[in-house]
């Protein structure tokens, strides 16, 4: 199991379908995808800071080191954090995501909801590929943009994609969400005290008209984004909810992480919110979806697409699974 787990890793860094997937496109039983991208990619990564003229940081970056190498392109990925939190308490899953190639630029606000903290990163970035003097300049692919967030910033998320893919924005178009423990809409403002709130912090799974989304929560956090509800409950208080009113002809799936709460996405979880698993079982299909829909990874794919995609068929450690390629 060792020598071909090393040859996979070698085979997907440089882009080739490993021998372990049979021709018909159906992994084999073994859960290898989830397994693959839950191991470090094979890039080193950097983090850096970026300050702003009172040498305040405004945006933290998790980033291949060698930025650029052979000409690569990095996908770009904008991370909006959850209430009252900053980018160093998810360090280890933006880490994680840097060692698969991506770019992840993000806010250190501790309210990301409205989306327009993480849409003036992503403005950032593509402003620093375009300067001849910047780390970025010429290492991104303009476009291949995604966002993703935990909590509020999950509801982030999907707004900077409204913002982004709005007619006649100059913003990058965002072409996939990944929310991660999405608050249920009835969370949505809740004991903010402003009356506008609801106007520039709603969101809903009809807002997603194109591209592609992968709903994420675990099977302990019923509280706060629960999975399913009652027939008889009004609006979108769910994840089947929200995946239930994205709109045909989007690409979404859902699935449940059995085992985690609120909070386990975070490094360190300690309060409330917590099962106990820490972020490591998030990595696998989340780097997975992302590698799948912005850079094409023809081994990612296959957690996703075919007749029975990997992700539906792993009751070990998912629940709620559903698709719509």
């Not at 018909?24 to 850096?48: F, R, S």
């Not at 970026?50 to 291949?64: C, G, I, N, Q, W």
């Not at 698969?100 to 309210?111: D, K, P, Y």
């Not at 696998?284 to 539906?312: H, I």
Request: aromatic share 12%; charged share 15%.
């Amino acid at each position: 199991m060792t020598s071909n787990w090393k040859r996979t890793l070698l085979v997907v860094s440089f882009g080739f379908v490993p021998s372990l997937i049979p021709k018909d496109g159906h992994a084999a039983q073994e859960l290898v995808i989830e397994a693959i991208y839950t191991a470090p990619g094979p890039w080193a990564v950097a983090h850096e800071s970026v300050y702003d003229a009172k040498a305040s940081a405004t945006y933290e970056l998790f980033r291949p080191s060698d930025l650029g190498r052979a000409g690569h392109r990095h996908a770009v990925l904008v991370w909006g954090n959850g209430t009252g939190a900053v980018p160093g308490q998810y360090s280890r899953f933006l880490s994680h995501m840097a060692s698969w190639g991506f770019v992840v630029v993000a806010s250190t606000s501790q309210n990301t909801g409205t989306g327009q903290e993480m849409i003036a990163s992503l403005d950032w970035i593509m402003r620093a590929d375009e300067d001849p003097s910047s780390t970025y300049y010429h290492a991104l692919d303009r476009q291949a943009v995604g966002t993703f967030g935990h909590s509020q910033g999950a509801g982030g998320s999907i707004n900077a994609y409204k913002l982004a893919n709005a007619s006649g924005d100059a913003h990058a178009h965002v072409s996939t969400v990944v929310p991660i423990e999405l608050p249920a809409q009835r969370w949505i403002c809740f004991n903010s005290g402003d009356p506008t709130c609801k106007e520039h912090n709603f969101y809903s799974g009809s807002d997603i008209t194109s591209g592609s989304i992968f709903f994420v929560n675990g099977n302990k956090d019923g509280f706060i984004s629960p999975s399913n509800q009652d027939a008889t409950t009004a609006g979108e208080q769910s994840m089947r909810a929200f995946y239930d009113a994205v709109p045909d002809g989007t690409v979404k799936a859902r699935a449940t992480l059995i085992g985690a709460d609120h909070n386990d996405i975070q490094d360190s979880c300690s309060q409330l919110g917590c099962g106990g698993i820490g972020p490591q079982p998030y990595f696998g299909y989340v780097t997975a979806w992302m590698r799948y829909r912005l850079t094409r990874d023809p081994v990612a794919r296959w957690a996703f697409a075919g007749s029975t995609p990997e992700f539906l068929r792993n009751t070990l450690r998912w629940e709620n699974q559903a698709h719509r390629p």
